[in-house]
């Protein structure tokens, strides 16, 4: 017997460190921990001991013998990432206990805006080092970030590495301020005030455009909107999405797409059992969508989605995946990666999934996930709403870049959604990088700015999955440390109790950790009373 890691995988590496044999790859500290879809245990080294198991945030490891049928392919997958990536006992490395800050320095006190993942693995490596105190800032009313608002309902699974967070958060040395924006309820000097360092950790809120005609048509949205109304985030849970037609199409064909894939066509019975929002759960009942349409204008070997969440939608119930085989025809420059014996497991699996769906027999009365490849938007079309999309086909340059070769066609759609990559926002009294949409940092220190800090997506560009931003975090972190240390940053001129009566003089609506456990053990038990995880509430105490 031998443990394998599955779908699930967030890239946490926490199971790493646990691992007795050091089996556990890639490592965050390994070139190819950067790219990697997910992590794999060697099969041959494996000790059978399951140490990984409980370390695992999003309970992605099982023993091979207890896999579910769904998952039974990574197995395969693991014992050819290792012979693609043959473990070395060379490249073993103790284990080092976490710094102790010293006692005579006193207690470290860091302001971390944003209360995403980035944000939590912050505090949490921070926690790690002894007398620290935590204040964490969150403009919404509720903690997690994307876990909340961002993670898919039918994924509970990496949802619940908010439970790891909160359990770690338990103590008061970290206190929430929720409902607080930082440069309107209080300012960034005077979180330096009150702190040595201010970390920012606030993520890419925007999206990027398509830049095509009709792009602003009633029916045309970004995947930002979407998810964020069928997750309840307060800013959307108001927004309208016609799903009277009976087809979507999705710009774009990463992950955020498949699973706006899956929330329209799963049956509303399935979603019912979800912590999906009221609202959507009720439009999703009423939709009329039969088909959506899963565009990308590169090849498939090219394509963003990973190959775990493509295997998955293949056992979606009542859904047939739709592939035309001339879709799967690769050109050159693509066949001759593929047919280099150094290709990746993953990319050869993920062709040859896509082969199998070409090759299936779809099921009438069945709803349709269609993927379309080497095919780019040009412009949306309609009387006073999207009707139509013009699409263009295109071919790869040497540079594996789409290049459009004129050969248009139309297609049907009445809802268009946009899925082609997050984008961070400017922060008010910080740098910003316009052209990368991050603040411009070295190691996690903002440019020019002692003192001020930032890590996840605002800090190297929306990319990686949720447990990427855990190394990203430690990078930030031991550069914050180094700072303290060395007596660069400037103590706090107030204390915790100053800075509380600051805010609540500010802001009277302000959700402490106490309060948020109360929305928190009251959505869970509405959820409960209907056997659902939670039911959200946008009503605020």
């Known amino acids: 017997m031998t443990f394998v890691i599955t779908q699930r995988c967030c890239n946490d590496a926490s199971c790493v460190s646990e691992c007795p044999v050091d089996c556990i790859r890639p490592r965050p500290d390994d070139p190819e921990y950067r790219t990697t879809e997910m992590l794999y245990i060697d099969p041959d080294t494996c000790i059978d001991c399951g140490a990984c198991v409980p370390a695992c945030p999003v309970d992605a490891i099982f023993a091979d013998d207890e896999l579910p049928a769904s998952m039974g392919r990574f197995t395969d997958l693991g014992r050819a990432y290792f012979e693609r990536h043959p473990l070395s006992v060379d490249l073993v490395a103790p284990q080092s206990a976490p710094l102790r800050l010293p006692n005579e320095l006193g207690t470290l006190r860091v302001a971390i805006v944003g209360t995403g993942p980035a944000a939590c693995y912050a505090a949490e490596q921070l926690l790690r080092h002894g007398d620290v105190e935590i204040e964490m800032f969150d403009r919404l009313p509720t903690p997690w970030g994307l876990i909340r608002s961002g993670v898919a309902p039918d994924h509970p699974e990496t949802k619940g590495i908010a439970d790891i967070f909160a359990s770690a958060f338990k103590s008061d040395a970290v206190r929430f301020y929720l409902n607080v924006e930082v440069g309107e309820h209080i300012s960034q000097e005077e979180l330096r005030q009150h702190h040595h360092a201010v970390l920012y950790a606030v993520g890419a809120s925007s999206d990027r455009r398509l830049g095509i005609p009709g792009e602003e048509l009633p029916g045309s949205h970004s995947a930002t909107e979407f998810v964020a109304w069928y997750n309840g985030h307060p800013d959307h849970a108001d927004r309208g999405f016609d799903l009277s037609g009976e087809r979507a199409l999705i710009v774009g064909n990463g992950n955020v ?193 002692v003192g001020v800090y930032t890590t996840g997506w605002i800090k190297r560009g929306a990319r990686g999955v949720i447990g990427t931003n855990r190394s990203d975090a430690q990078e930030t972190v031991s550069a914050l440390l180094e700072d303290f240390l060395a007596g660069r940053l400037a103590p706090p001129e107030s204390d915790r109790a100053a800075l509380f009566t600051l805010l609540t003089e500010r802001r009277p609506e302000l959700i402490d950790k106490a309060r948020w456990h109360d929305i928190d053990d009251a959505e869970k038990a509405a959820g409960m009373a209907v056997g659902r995880p939670r039911i959200k509430t946008h009503r605020y105490p």
Do not use: W
Request: hydrophobic share 40%.
């Open 257 to 449: 797409a498949l699973d706006i894939a899956r929330i329209l066509t799963l049956d509303p019975a399935e979603l019912a059992k979800t912590d999906i929002a009221d609202h959507a759960l009720k439009a999703l009942r009423d939709s009329n969508i039969r088909e959506v349409v899963v565009l990308g204008r590169r090849g498939p070997l090219q394509a963003a989605y990973s190959v775990a969440e493509f295997l998955a939608l293949g056992y979606l119930p009542g859904v047939d995946i739709v592939i035309d085989e001339a879709e799967l025809a690769l050109d050159p420059i693509s066949k001759a990666r593929l047919d280099d014996c150094d290709a990746e497991p993953a990319l050869e699996l993920k062709l040859q999934l896509a082969d199998e769906y070409s090759r299936r027999p779809v099921a009438k009365g069945n709803k349709r996930i269609v993927f379309r490849y080497l095919t780019s938007p040009t412009e949306l079309r309609g009387s006073g709403c999207v009707e139509s999309v013009r699409l263009v086909r295109n071919v790869l340059d040497g540079d594996m870049c789409a290049v459009a070769t004129g050969e248009t066609e139309s297609i049907g759609a009445s809802l268009v959604l946009r899925s082609v990559g997050y984008r961070g926002e400017p922060v008010a009294d910080l740098p910003f990088d316009v052209d990368r949409g991050v603040i411009p940092n070295d190691r996690g220190r903002v440019d020019r700015m």
